[in-house]
């Protein structure tokens, strides 16, 4: 079964610095694009960042210069580094990734992680 995992979420004060990873494993032929999304109470889920299998990336206005995208393709991971934390950061970050399942059949796939809570609080 193929599944996204994050993890690297917790509480952090404001002007502090997480590091979220995403690991897809199963039966993958190949991975096109990842990102990141977050969901605070109350509100609709939103684009963070997303990147391609080469590289390019694109970032919400709300993160730019704060956060970076990256990935390594040969772990089936990406990355979310978050510096300058803010209070308005506080939400659940989901993970995901359009992908192309392994075996006979090749399955295109869009997958959503389990998400994980960052906090920015004092």
């Known amino acids: 079964q193929v599944q996204l995992v994050e993890s690297g979420g917790g509480l952090v004060q404001p002007g502090g610095s997480l590091r979220l990873s995403c690991a897809a494993s199963?039966?993958?032929?190949?991975?096109?694009?990842m990102g990141w999304y977050r969901q605070a109470p109350g509100k609709e889920r939103e684009l963070v960042a997303t990147?391609?299998?080469?590289?390019?990336?694109n970032y919400a206005d709300s993160v730019k210069g704060r956060f970076t995208i990256s990935r390594d393709n040969a772990k089936n991971t990406v990355y979310l580094q978050m510096n300058s934390l803010k209070p308005e950061d506080t939400a659940v970050y989901y993970c995901n990734a359009d992908l192309t399942t392994g075996g006979i059949l090749r399955i295109p796939l869009n997958l959503w992680g389990q998400g994980t809570q960052v906090t920015v609080s004092s």
């Open positions: 199963g039966s993958i032929f190949s991975i096109n694009a």
């Open positions: 990147i391609t299998s080469g590289g390019t990336t």
